[in-house]
């Protein structure tokens, strides 16, 4: 099918600076093409996007003492600035963001296969969540714009920031998830350092601009290259006061373990996760195929939040296999651009190999593709299989496949799925189907302990943002909302004064000449 014409890659985009200390830096050394699974010709061959700086330890070092001169041990100019200074900042960056609307969808679409309708959502939600920021930091402001008294003690208790924050983010949201770490991080008057992810990076080209003009030099740096190229010393300095990485526990553990002193780190993780379906003999079957099927395949299973195992009890797994299996073979496979592309090419180009290696595991050890279109393979994409019945001994069972392929799980007795989950390393959410009260109660009762989410009726996600998102064990550390994030990214810090006519003194001349940006009582509208 022929590209629309708003959509083709007119040029080549070749990032050759990096942001460091306020500066555009030009890059002059080795480079990576950045291709895209995604064909703009007749006969199939990946797409060149354009290239981006592999950076050294050297330059990973320098972004690194551009944020610690930034910070300068608490006394910079960011975290020492008024919040409606940095508020003022952060305004200043999404105005200028919201102009590149359409350069950074139409990467999203090629760069990682996300379909048009969801690429813009990705973008315009981003934008949502950096406002709400602002407001939600202005409350907390407003919270604390005051003098508590106990015991003659008077204390003015604000949160500060934390330090030096180093920032990864996943490809798969590389926009939306980045910038759940990146806002709050920043405005509660942190200085970053940060690295996109493998793929999802040349989307970030156009806002380059935006971050170096609107907040004061060091306090963002953005550098590109291998993770244990650039991460690894940074992280080996100690000077790192964050990490703050949407990942997998993996790669966390082995940068936590880099730091020097890991008590002093402070983590904000949103990590993998296997979250499970448990569909009840009673649930509504309409609906709950419709929800799976969502929470299946939405962004054909890329998501963390996907449901990536399917719990049906055996009154219903014949009828439900038979319905789901036909819904999945109906979802439209196409280029992000086409109308009605629910399936879209795969952005990892090993990745249909590795669900075709899920599949032959599992169907050799009993279990078989139910539905007609499973398993079927394009050169950048395979077809959505259905795998029942699954056992544990399979690996689709073990492993966070994020991907296309569905594992369905026959149940008799309840405890069985809830053994899973007790048993297993993760512990995100989970989707309950059902209509009886007497047999939810208790289910929710035990759920809210293995979990952090419940979703009712509903497929597992992340919104909405104001909604605390987190998880237990292997899949998060710290909590990501709106509210949550910015406390994640702070610590409380207060001033403390006896109350005495000397010391009453000194603070009502600090309120009355607003000397300190810290001690002021002023009410932010």
């Not at 972004?63 to 100019?77: E, F, M, P, R, V």
Request: hydrophobic residues 40%; glycine residues 6%.
């Amino acid at each position: 099918m022929e590209i629309p014409e708003h959509f083709k890659i007119q040029s080549l985009i070749h990032q050759n600076t990096y942001l460091v200390s306020g500066e555009l830096k030009p890059w002059r050394g080795e480079t990576s093409e950045v291709y895209s699974t995604i064909s703009s010709t007749k006969d199939y061959k990946p797409t060149l996007l354009g290239t981006i700086p592999i950076l050294g330890e050297n330059e990973a070092l320098e972004a690194l003492d551009s944020a610690s001169q930034a910070y300068n041990k608490g006394q910079g100019l960011w975290p020492t600035m008024k919040v409606v200074d940095r508020i003022a900042c952060m305004e200043k960056f999404v105005t200028q963001m919201k102009t590149k609307r359409d350069e950074v969808v139409k990467l999203l679409m090629w760069e990682i296969g996300k379909n048009l309708p969801d690429s813009e959502k990705e973008f315009d939600r981003t934008v949502d969540y950096i406002y709400d920021t602002i407001e939600a930091y202005k409350q907390l402001d407003r919270h604390s714009a005051k003098f508590e008294k106990n015991d003659g003690v008077y204390a003015h208790i604000r949160r500060g920031p934390l330090g030096v924050v180093l920032c990864l983010g996943p490809y798969n949201y590389p926009l939306n998830e980045t910038f759940t770490l990146l806002i709050p991080a920043l405005i509660m008057g942190n200085t970053v350092i940060f690295k996109p992810a493998k793929l999802g990076v040349l989307l970030l080209s156009p806002l380059l601009e935006a971050f170096q003009n609107s907040f004061p030099k060091g306090v963002v740096n953005i550098i590109y290259g291998r993770g244990r190229t650039v991460a690894t010393p940074i992280m080996q300095s100690g000077r790192v006061d964050v990490l703050a990485l949407i990942g997998n526990s993996k790669s966390a553990n082995a940068l936590q373990n880099q730091h020097p002193k890991s008590n002093r780190l402070r983590l904000v993780l949103g990590l993998e996760a296997k979250n499970p379906a448990i569909v009840l003999p009673d649930a509504d079957l309409d609906l709950a195929i419709e929800e799976c099927i969502a929470g299946t395949l939405s962004f054909n299973g890329q998501r963390c939040t996907a449901l990536k195992v399917l719990y049906v009890h055996e009154a219903i797994v014949d009828e439900f296999n038979k319905r789901f299996s036909e819904k999945v073979d109906a979802l439209k496979f196409g280029n992000p651009w086409d109308n009605g592309a629910k399936l879209t090419p795969l952005p990892e180009p090993d990745k249909p190999a590795y669900i075709q290696e899920l599949i032959d595991d599992a169907t050799q050890k009993g279990a078989k593709v139910v539905n007609q279109k499973g398993g079927q393979t394009l050169e950048n994409y395979i077809f959505p299989a259905v795998l029942y019945p699954v056992t544990k001994e399979m690996r689709v069972f073990q492993e966070e496949q994020f991907g296309p392929v569905i594992p369905v799980v026959c149940f008799t007795d309840i405890e069985q799925p809830l053994d899973d989950m007790a048993e297993s390393n993760y512990g995100q959410q989970v989707s309950l189907f059902g209509k009886d009260v007497k047999t939810l109660a208790p289910l929710i009762d035990t759920l809210v302990n293995l979990v952090c989410r419940v979703n009712l009726n509903s497929s597992c996600q992340r919104g909405p943002d104001v909604y605390p998102f987190t998880g237990r064990k292997d899949s998060a550390v710290a909590t990501l909302s709106v509210h949550d994030a910015l406390r994640s990214f702070s610590i409380r810090t207060f001033v403390a004064s006896k109350d005495n006519a000397y010391n009453n003194a000194i603070l009502n001349n600090l309120l009355d000449t607003k000397a300190s940006n810290f001690v002021s009582t002023d009410y932010l509208l």
